[in-house]
Nanobody, 123 residues
Framework: QVQIVESGGGVVQPGGSLMLSCLNS????????IGWYRQAPGNQRELIAS??????????DYADSVKGRFIISRDNAKNTVYLQMSSLSPEDTAVYYC??????????????WGQGTQVTVSS
């Protein structure tokens, strides 16, 4: 059974940093592009960072809103993807998820998402 477990969120002051982790038991994880997504209240879920499989670099890509502040990385030996976040602002407040990029993992024809991890940036 596939499990996606995001962790590392919390409450942080503006300008602070957090490191998110995503443990993924999906069998094709190691050969797939994986992304970090976030969903703020009232907004759609958006892709903010992506990393290719190690065989292709790996290469990374970022949304303009986080470029230069967030770093995505992966450890295939641990089936884990990380998101190092710095210079956080209240606009970064959201629930953060990881999943396959560009389409989420599908199980029995339905998109599968983990529970996400809440990041709140507030003074």
């Amino acid at each position: 059974q596939v499990q996606i477990v995001e962790s590392g969120g919390g409450v942080v002051q503006p300008g602070g940093s957090l490191m998110l982790s995503c443990l993924n038991s999906w069998s094709a994880f190691r050969i797939s592009h994986i992304g970090w997504y976030r969903q703020a209240p009232g907004n759609q879920r958006e892709l903010i960072a992506s990393i290719s499989p190690p065989g292709n670099g790996p290469t990374t890509d970022y949304a303009d809103s986080v470029k230069g502040r967030f770093i995505i990385s992966r450890d295939n030996a641990k089936n884990t993807v990380y998101l190092q976040m710095s210079s956080l602002s209240p606009e970064d407040t959201a629930v953060y998820y990881c999943n396959r990029d560009p389409r989420p993992i599908s199980i029995s024809g339905k998109d599968y998402w983990g529970q996400g991890t809440q990041v709140t940036v507030s003074s």
